[in-house]
């Protein structure tokens, strides 16, 4: 089937195959390799992506469901000057992250957490941030990064 998703901001068209997930279309289809599969059962939210601005976790969407819509990835947050998203500076700044392989899926998340709820108290981001998992961090600085992204002065 033909499916065509604007995926931050071009747009993708492509011949899939009807079973074909979000994530892989993101990935094998895009060459968008930021968005990363971890568990294909949506529980650690590593896929997880902007779908018309709800976060998602691209492994339970297929290609079909997305079609003609719009995606935005961790590698569309940034300008195109090269500026990072607030969302990513945090992220940086803050040392939320370790190994990384969590950090794409967090940092979607962070955006959309922060779309809905712009001054979040630290239990707010955890639950917000809950269906992410990071087997790294402890998720203390990760927090922090969420609450320096929405301009809060972060708890030292």
């Known amino acids: 089937m033909k499916v ?3 995926v931050n901001g071009r747009e993708v068209a492509e ?3 009807d079973r074909t997930l979000l994530v ?3 990935r094998d289809t895009a060459g968008l390799t930021g968005t990363n ?3 294909d059962t949506t529980s650690c939210g590593a896929c997880t992506v902007l779908l018309d601005g709800e976060s998602v976790k691209s492994c339970t969407v297929l290609a079909a469901q997305a079609d003609g819509h719009a995606v935005t990835t961790v590698e569309g947050l940034a300008d195109p000057g ?3 998203h607030p969302v990513q500076r945090a992220f940086r700044e803050q040392h939320g992250l370790q190994c990384g392989f969590c950090t794409p899926g967090m940092i979607m ?3 959309s957490l922060l ?3 712009p001054k979040p108290t630290r239990d707010e981001v955890r639950t917000g941030l809950e269906g992410n998992l990071c087997r790294c961090t402890g998720y203390h600085n990760i927090v922090n990064a969420v609450i320096e ?3 809060q002065e972060v708890d030292r």
């Open 82 to 84: 090269g500026e990072l």
């Open 115 to 117: 779309e809905h709820n």
């Open 24 to 26: 892989h279309f993101l």
């Open 37 to 39: 599969i971890g568990c």
């Open 109 to 111: 998340a962070s955006v």
């Open 15 to 17: 011949e899939v195959e």
């Open 4 to 6: 065509g998703i604007e």
């Open 149 to 151: 992204a929405s301009g």
